[in-house]
């Protein structure tokens, strides 16, 4: 098969880029190794920014987001014994959607049915080759068994974080950054009513916790773990008795309903400069990764190909070769920004093992400094709800 962007990865990421490359008229072929139902079935996050809805809604890919999305104009931090609500539409005039990561892939997976797009799920073994050359190749076993290879002018990796494109680069091409953390996110949905109008991050001396939602009927919550807790010896007892050591200190009750789904999440800091090496292009979780905390991972993706869509229009219908050098600059701008976000929520409302006192009083401190001064509401604000798209080169 020859096509002019092969995608390895058929996530958000890699969906909406070819979403955007088919309204460009640019052919393309997407391969993933996990069926479709595989991906809609993982649980993820759940916010998406102003901007990613107006992508999203713009590009035709999605309608639903509006109908069936909930549009928060703030969130609350809890701490040091109170709640404190972020007046987003007050402080800079945007919302946050929540609207779960799995029904963005859904539409983005109907968009592609429905345009006819190449899309092959399932595949195994799959490998790019050539990717300095002009003719950059994408080899694999497809579905049904047989030898495939797909031949490209352009190739990207949007194939998450353990991807095998940014793993094909060679060692002397790339510069790899990151930062572990001595925590993780002990993840669940349950059937119960929102606990909150909006979604709840509470810092506690015993660590963080985050009531998000889902719909009406099901919630998501979440609360610090040690890494290698085994999510299956918890019984729903210790879960919403963990919940309630961390939230009830700061006035936060949740309504509590049957657990469906546990799970134990780590998660790190990482970059990989730069995205491009020769003829492909890397975009999303494989080549950066930030902790959970705020939600940018997904919105972090979806900017990044709706910047590569517009240059690798300009490299394939203008010939301007040029156009791609700008992508890793340009895209490093925004993905700095938010790594910077992501940790520093995350390390403002986790608690550290091993904290003392001081290091408790002190997270209590800055989060009541951020949440008395406008100036530090809005820098919060603005993070979360994201960055406009020219502020954040
Ligand atoms: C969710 C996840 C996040 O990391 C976050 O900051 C907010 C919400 C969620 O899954 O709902």
């Given at each position: 098969t020859r096509t002019q962007v092969g995608i390895v990865g058929g996530g958000p990421a890699g969906l909406m880029l070819a979403h955007l490359l088919d309204l460009a008229g640019i052919s393309t072929v997407v391969v993933d190794d996990r069926t479709r139902h595989e991906i809609y079935t993982t649980v993820r996050a759940g916010i998406l920014e102003h901007d990613t809805v107006r992508l999203l809604v713009d590009s035709g890919a999605s309608r639903r987001v509006l109908t069936e999305g909930y549009e928060h104009e703030g969130i609350e931090l809890a701490f040091g014994g109170g709640r404190h609500r972020i007046d987003f539409a007050e402080l800079v005039g945007a919302s946050a959607w929540l609207y779960p990561q799995t029904e963005v892939f859904a539409d983005l997976a109907d968009a592609r049915e429905r345009a006819g797009g190449d899309v092959r799920w399932g595949v195994r073994g799959t490998e790019v080759l050539?990717?300095?050359?002009?003719a950059p190749r994408i080899r694999f076993t497809a579905a049904d068994g047989s030898a495939q290879e797909v031949v490209c002018d352009h190739l990207v990796g949007a194939d998450g974080s353990r991807s095998q494109c940014r793993r094909?680069?060679?060692?002397?091409a790339r510069v790899q950054t990151g930062k572990e953390y001595p925590f993780a996110w002990f993840g669940i949905l349950c059937d119960a009513p929102p606990s909150a109008p909006e979604l709840v991050y509470s810092h506690s001396p015993l660590g963080f916790a985050l009531v998000s939602q889902r719909t009406e009927s099901v919630q998501r919550m979440y609360f610090q773990c040690d890494?290698?807790?085994?999510?299956?010896?918890?019984s729903d007892d210790r879960i919403w008795s963990e919940m309630a050591a961390r939230l009830a200190p700061n006035g936060v009750e949740v309504v509590q309903g049957p657990i469906t789904s546990k799970a134990v999440l780590r998660f790190r800091s990482f970059v990989h400069e730069p995205m491009r090496h020769g003829r492909m292009l890397l975009a999303g979780d494989a080549a950066h990764t930030v902790p959970p905390t705020g939600a940018k991972g997904l919105n972090l993706a979806l900017a990044d190909v709706r910047l590569l869509a517009e240059l690798l229009e300009r490299a394939v219908k203008?010939?301007?070769?040029?156009?791609?050098?700008e992508y890793t600059g340009r895209a490093l701008a925004r993905v700095w920004k938010a790594q910077h976000f992501s940790y520093w929520m995350t390390t403002m409302l986790h608690a550290l093992p091993g904290a003392t006192p001081f290091d408790v009083r002190r997270q209590e401190a800055e989060l009541a400094s951020l949440v008395s001064s406008r100036a530090g509401r809005t820098f919060l604000a603005e993070g979360y709800t994201g960055w406009p798209e020219r502020a954040a080169r």
């Open positions: 050539d990717t300095t050359s002009d094909s680069i060679p060692e002397e890494p290698d807790e085994d999510a299956s010896a918890y203008k010939g301007d070769d040029d156009a791609l050098e």
